[in-house]
């Protein structure tokens, strides 16, 4: 009896220490990492169907009975691209197929396609969240599995980490280049190079021949940053090549996107076949440039031009004891992704905002008063002059807003973090929706409409938290400290680009208004479907 009642104190003595044990370990268990909401996933192909989606847009089946379709694949054969990257994106509008995702599931997303986790941002105030206590978190934009190509590869600036390289790039380029002295010093070239755009287009006018406005921005864009970089050795011909190749990058867009997003599946398999098309014309970038450094540093031997940014790239490269020891491979890199970078986004901005211009003729009515008012007849606009000429201002941010060239902008994170008391790991890829955020009714009101009023009125009166949240929901420049550098420069060359344009001509097209349509398919800028081909007509021949 008594070895029964002991035997029965032991097994409850036991009993009670592993039901301790258990309560002990369910109630001090941390709970599991909770994940942004995600969208209803599908048996067996998971989030397939969003992917899906994605690529080649919404209504995918009714879109390949059209003529426009039948229209493409055939300039596809003609080219020889039916198996090329350009084919499968054909239909392509990833911001749209996004923020239709958004719109039915949430602005704050998680979705995982394959192996990738991705984070769909379209909220404004997520957005402010992550830069306000992420910042260097999401500073990568990153990897590439092609490192030698002259875009996007080791030796740009787009790609690069943060750490003493970075430092040592923004530092030459804000002295040397894109900073508001640097600007001042090289003022007289962008001068020279507008006249030389007004001469151009007023030629063409007295002709009465039709100019693409994207392809005469490219120009003058890419022109002003040779001169300014490199003086007279940049001549015309290196220009239409630099332009050319900018070009052919931008139509190897699906080819870079594949690249990147697939960047670690591509290094097991192999990615010939996306190598051989992007490094042709990397190579061909990197011969062009090679022969400019080349003259210019036979030219330094004869006469100094002065031309500091070159120059200072020039000497880290020498100089054993630099700051910071930069290649050729370098210099090169950078100017690739300078001109890409700079042409094509400076290119496509001009050409939306003349577009709603011509299309809005009470804006171009109100913009040209503006114009007389500040600059007069008897003169062409300068950059000294854009301060003065708010309106101006106005209808470049709203054409910004309306019309991102970089509507949707990739980051990673490089750590694990809590965003809005979600749980985001690290390699996780933040895609943040700019072109959702912008057409937000909640923060803009009739957000479809082009509005440059919106910019005039409110921005005096907000105080500066307010002037750091809006500059996120404005994010035609990026956002954090990887936000476009160049924004300055930008806004002064397409600024005065559109004020002579707008100044000095007439603008006439076919039909009654431009075709607003986006262009489709996998690109690095968002751009027209068609290009802006109008015919000048002099209004002010005073040159």
Known sequence: ??????????????????????LFAFFSKKPKNELPPSPPSLPVIGYLHLFV??????????????????????RQV??????????????????????????????????????????????????????????????YRGDVAIDECMMLGL???????????????????????????????????????????????????????????????????????????MGSVFSQDNNEAVSKLCVEFGALSPEFFIAQVFHKMLQKVGISVLKRNIMDVSNRFDELLEKILVKYEEQQLDVHQGNEFMDALLAASRDEDAEYKITRKHIKGLFTELFFGAGDTSSTTTQWAMAEIINNPNILERLREEIDSVVGKERLIQETDLPKLPY????????????????????????????????????????????????????????????????????????????????????????????????????????TAIGVMVQHFDWEI????????????????????????????????NH
């Open 78 to 139: 003609f080219y020889k691209k039916i198996f090329s990257l350009n084919f499968l994106f054909l239909f392509a509008s990833i911001h749209k197929s996004f923020q239709k995702i958004s719109s039915t599931y949430g602005r704050f997303l998680h979705i995982r396609i394959l192996n990738l986790r991705i984070v769909l941002v379209s909220s404004a105030s997520v957005i402010y969240e992550i830069f306000k206590a992420q910042d260097i978190n999401v500073s």
């Open 155 to 229: 030796f740009g600036f787009i790609r690069a980490p943060c750490g003493d390289y970075l430092k040592f790039m923004k530092k030459i380029m804000m002295t040397k280049m894109i900073g508001p002295q640097a600007l001042e010093r090289s003022r007289g070239v962008r001068e020279l190079e507008l006249e030389r755009f007004y001469k151009n287009l007023l030629d063409k006018a007295i002709e009465k021949q039709s100019v693409d406005i994207g392809e005469e921005a490219i120009r003058l864009v890419t022109y002003t940053l040779g001169k300014m970089s």
């Open 53 to 74: 989606l994605i690529i080649f847009g919404e209504n995918f089946p009714q879109k390949i009975f059209t003529k426009e379709v039948y229209q493409k694949i055939l």
């Open 1 to 22: 009896m008594v070895s029964f009642d002991c035997q029965s104190c032991f097994f409850s003595a036991l009993l009670f220490f592993f039901l301790t044990l258990f």
């Open 510 to 541: 076919k039909g009654d208004e431009v075709n607003m349509e986006e262009a489709s398919g996998l690109r690095f800028f968002l751009g027209l479907a068609h290009p802006l081909k109008c015919t000048p007509l002099p209004r002010i021949i």
């Open 392 to 495: 101006l201002q106005a209808v470049i941010n709203e054409s910004l807003r309306l019309h991102p060239v970089g509507p949707v902008l990739p980051r990673e994170f490089q750590q694990g973090c809590t965003v809005g008391g979600f749980y985001i790991a690290e390699g996780t890829i933040l895609v943040m929706n700019a072109y959702d955020v912008m057409r937000d009714p909640d923060y803009w009101e009739d957000p479809n409409t082009f509005k440059p009023e919106r910019f005039l009125a409110s921005s005096r009166s907000w105080q500066e938290e307010k002037r750091r949240e809006h500059a996120l929901k404005f994010l035609s420049f990026g956002a954090g400290r990887r936000r476009c550098m160049g924004s300055n420069l930008g806004y002064t060359l397409v600024g």
